[in-house]
């Protein structure tokens, strides 16, 4: 199944269940407002360089040819690119003529500001041997920074890996409207991509063979076991850590969130993976973040079906909850999260209690009274 064929599928799965309910009326509305428009984007013209197919298109090339989105290319220049630069050795030498020297140059100017400032005199440093022609300087230089930059987004700050650690923030944001999120979702999936092609880990016991073009990798650099002295490399290096950077202020929600799940939850884990997937550990989004998240979304859903209801009681929330925000299995007790929404907005003197034939109900307070 693709990510379209995904996307899709969850869109139908919101409205069908939302629909079942005649009181969700104006959910299952809303949604399905969200589903036509989506498939709008979704069945965009194939021919249209930015349309939904290509940035799928795009995600499985450059996943290939070990590349995040390449550092100011439209889609149409890339649309073209990828015409004839069909494998890793001759997308490289289409990089290497894109990333010139004034090119390189914005690029590190772009970057500088939105490191942090330990990390700039590396960066500096890291230009200026890249000038001269020291890419393997260049490329320690710019793997510890990308290193360090990842590592604001684990909750564990000892833990090493970064395979796969922008995965989990994929999976949450699939949940969203595509017509928000699609191209940023796909940016995401390449930058993960570049990710974890460098992070790779080697068993250092065995005869060590890099076959890719690009022939810098995080942990044979580090550990002196085999460096890259190559411009490509060095390249890659520049635009993937601009790519990590730019998506900052989106990303900022997840920081110290995402972790290695224990050997039990990856027990659990297993069971909803194929074989495949089950040889090395996930990154998952910690309790703490997926509750706050949770209650910060019934919080705004509760708010706006006791305005569109007018007064409602608490287990009629509680049901809405269980058909619409709970929908995709999260495992919690929604009775439990109305409550205490319930109380955070009664203290907020958002709402008040009103009883009507010994029910107890919610309404909003009218405050222009």
Known sequence: MTVLDKIEKTMEEDY?????????????QEIKKIIMADKAIIRNDENDPGSLQNLELYNDILKNVHWAWPYKMSA?????????ADDEKKFDKE???WFDVETVSMLVWETYPLLKKHHRIMLEQAYNSYLRGDYAITNNALLSVIDNTLSIYLSNKGQTSRVGIIEPIIEYYGYFSIRDTYKFLFELKMMSNNVD???TNY??????SIETNKKIRRHTSVHGVRYSNRRIDAIMLFNLLFAILKQNDRLMIFRNSVQYPSAENNKKEDKKSNSAEK???RFILSDKFMQKRREKMAYDFIEKIISTDKKVTHKELTEYLQKVFFMRGYETKA???VS???QKMKRQGKIKKEIDNNQIYWCLIDETV
């Open 76 to 84: 149409d220049i890339l649309f073209e690119i990828i015409k004839f």
């Open 197 to 199: 092609f460098i992070f």
């Open 95 to 97: 990089m290497l003529n």
């Open 335 to 337: 009775g439990n999260i």
């Open 340 to 342: 205490k929404m319930l």
């Open 16 to 28: 069908e269940s939302s629909i079942e309910n005649r009181s969700l009326f104006w959910i299952a």
């Open 279 to 281: 040889k090395r550990k």
């Open 203 to 208: 068993n250092f016991d065995k005869d060590i």
